[in-house]
């Protein structure tokens, strides 16, 4: 006779629980009621409406996926397939200084209509497959207050300051900026500091994707931190990794994560950085060539690629965005994704070099200039080697200075949707690496990187791990059957291996498949009155 008495609506059995709290794995059951944890022990006698078997498998909480971009896409793909099939129950968003919400267009070019709060409950309302916690990027801040030099004047500041309360009323659970990019990348840190300030006082998060990830990344790592010395916000450095192979020496990341654990050991600051795990990520080909060349259309662009010296002056102009192809590191560059040419997108960029037998920055030009309109130009997609190189990335990231993330957005798997391999792969790609193939991290760790630790930073109530009375977001996997489809050619393939995906208590994967539920909600962060 057990002692637990009540009637659960779920029960999972047998399984080993891997709490997320870092502690060494056990045997439970767990007995699930509503939306909450309920028991959690020996349940034999006990039954229940659904019965898991989960026997020789792992029980986690739902991972919680620390940084993503997936307020573009959240209201065209609610089902969240991508992330869900990985075992993402809930996505931080509007990362890297961008938020969708705040007047930026969506992935099908239209904008929310409504103030932040009636966005977010809209998103309540229409349901969608996971949870999401928001943040207000600084960029979208100055494009809604028109700033786009480094001065600003006194009403600018007014106008992203109060979209910044609106967004901490409404309950957004911080503040980002994308210094490395437009309009931002000219904002002094007066500006930076002076707007956290605001999100300060609602005892908020602030993610930064830095100014630089190069040759000033320590410099960078310091304005991060003199961001969280003045304000007491929750830091976290987004992605913290040291870019293209341009001169700056691998000592430097080892360098700003010592930077950021001092200021934990030693100034009680409380930061984080977050980490992708991978060393390929996606870019945009026009971003490499010059505006010049642009400037006069794309038939006399092209002119200019066909005459010997006009193309030569192009390739030595070609020093912005993926640096590392100005300096002649073609091999980085694995793929290259043309709507007009589709022969070659299944095709690695060095057999396109061994094949034509030309240079490979000619190989590269001569496909830019096939492009029949600058429509189709501006949509050749790149992938390449941006990060440093994989054995760095795999030396790093089980340090505990690190939460997991995967950059990502929600997307189905429509070819050409524009979906990349990043999106459907990141989280599966951590549990299969660094704790199966590698043994690089315990599954405990690991499991507490998605964790309690990001449940903890984001202010997440009652998420990341397996307690009585908290929220039955759960996964429940055989760590052998994870398998990631997505590949460079094919990259809208969803992950396999996750038999259950519990959201708020509602099987949103029950045996391996996708149930419709819209169980996920706002996780909102609201002040205290
Ligand atoms: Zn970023
Ligand atoms: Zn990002």
Not at 6 to 15: C, E, Q, T, V
Not at 422 to 448: C, N, P, T
Not at 460 to 489: H, P
Request: glycine fraction near 8%; charge should be negative.
């Amino acid at each position: 006779m057990a002692f637990y008495q009540k009637k659960p609506d779920i029960i999972i059995r047998n399984g080993t629980i891997v709490d997320g709290t870092g502690k060494l794995p056990y045997y439970a059951d767990i007995a699930i009621i509503g939306d909450k944890i309920d028991y959690i022990g020996n349940l034999k006698g006990v039954s229940a409406p659904l019965e898991i078997d989960a026997h020789h498998k792992y029980v986690t909480p739902g991972f919680i996926d620390s940084h993503t971009h997936a307020d573009r896409t959240i209201f065209k793909y609610p089902e969240c397939q991508n992330a869900i099939r990985q075992g993402v129950t809930t996505q931080i968003m509007g990362n890297c200084g961008r938020t969708f919400l705040l007047r930026e267009p969506a992935a099908d070019g239209t904008y929310p209509e409504g103030s932040m709060a009636e966005v977010l409950d809209r998103l309540d309302e229409a349901g969608a497959s996971m949870n999401s916690a928001w943040l207000c990027g600084h960029n979208t801040l100055r494009q809604m207050a028109n700033c786009y030099t480094t001065e600003y004047t006194e009403e600018q500041f007014e106008i992203m300051a109060s979209f910044l309360r609106e967004a901490m009323e409404a309950g957004f659970i911080g503040f980002s900026t994308g210094l490395e990019f437009v309009p931002g990348v000219v904002s002094r840190p007066e500006e930076v500091e002076r707007l956290a300030m605001i999100a300060g006082e609602y005892d908020a998060n602030y993610s930064s994707h830095m100014r630089d990830e190069g040759y000033y990344v320590l410099e960078a790592v310091n304005e991060f931190l003199n961001v969280i010395r003045k304000t007491g916000l929750r830091g976290t450095v987004s992605h913290l990794n040291i870019k293209y192979d341009n001169g700056v020496p691998n000592e430097y990341l080892f360098k700003g994560m010592q930077m950021l654990k001092d200021a934990r050991e030693i100034e009680h600051l409380n930061v984080y950085a977050d980490m992708l795990p991978n060393c390929f990520a996606p870019g945009n080909a026009m971003a490499m060539l010059p505006a010049w060349l642009r400037a006069e259309g794309w038939d006399k662009a092209k002119e200019i690629l066909a005459d010997p010296v006009g193309r030569e002056k192009v390739k030595n102009d070609l020093d912005r965005y993926w640096r590392f192809l100005a300096y002649g590191q073609w091999d980085r560059l694995l793929y290259v994704t043309t709507h007009y040419m589709p022969e070659i997108n299944t095709v690695p960029f060095k057999e396109l070099v061994e094949r034509s037998g030309k240079e490979p920055a000619d190989v590269f030009l001569d496909i830019m200039m096939a492009a029949p309109n600058l429509d189709l130009a501006n949509k050749v997609n790149l992938q390449g080697v941006v990060f440093g190189e994989q054995i760095l990335v795999d030396s790093v990231i089980s340090d505990p200075i690190y939460m997991w993330q995967t950059d990502s957005d929600l997307y189905d798997e429509t070819p050409g949707n524009g979906g990349r391999r990043h999106d459907f792969m990141s989280m599966s790609q951590f549990i299969i690496r660094y704790v199966r193939e590698l043994g690089a991290i315990s599954i405990q760790d690991a499991v507490k990187k998605v964790g309690m630790i990001p449940a903890q930073h984001f202010m997440l109530e009652g998420r990341g791990v397996l307690e009585v009375g908290k929220f039955a977001d759960i996964n429940v996997f055989d760590i052998n059957a994870l398998k990631i489809n997505s590949t460079f050619s094919e990259p809208c393939k969803y992950s396999d291996g996750m038999d259950y995906v519990i959201v708020n208590g509602t099987p949103v994967i029950a045996k391996g498949e996708y149930t419709g539920a819209k169980a996920g909600r706002v996780l909102r962060h609201l002040p205290k009155k």
